[in-house]
Nanobody
């Protein structure tokens, strides 16, 4: 079983930056694609970004494209989400997730493991 632990969330003013981390343990991190999702109050969880096992192939939601960057360090068993130019609408709990295999997952139900989430609050 894999354990995923997010960190790096917090309160930031609009226009600011945060970097989220997702530390993985218990399963070969480098063999699996990873993703970030978020859930705002009263809304469904939504896709943010995904990265394949080697870190060479990434996807982003249109709402974060050009502002967020997903990356991973397989030597450290850690995935990151650099968030710049944050907006109040980015406020949400951010979750990291591990895909079933090396290729990027296309759908939420394809992710096999989830972290507990980290709160990001962007004030206007």
């Amino acid at each position: 079983q894999v354990q995923l632990v997010e960190s790096g969330g917090g309160l930031v003013q609009a226009g600011g930056s945060l970097r989220l981390s997702c530390a993985a343990s218990g399963r070969a991190f480098s063999s699996y694609s990873m993703g970030w999702y978020r859930q705002a109050p009263g809304k469904e969880r939504e896709f943010v970004a995904a990265i394949n096992w080697r870190g060479e192939d990434t996807d982003y939601a249109d709402s974060v494209k050009g502002r967020f960057t997903i990356s991973r360090d397989n030597a450290k068993n850690t995935m990151y989400l650099q968030m710049n130019s944050l907006r109040p609408e980015d406020t949400a709990v951010y979750y990291c997730a591990q895909c079933w295999g090396p290729s990027k997952c296309d759908y939420e139900h394809e992710y096999a493991a989830w972290g507990q989430g980290t709160q990001v609050t962007v004030s206007s």
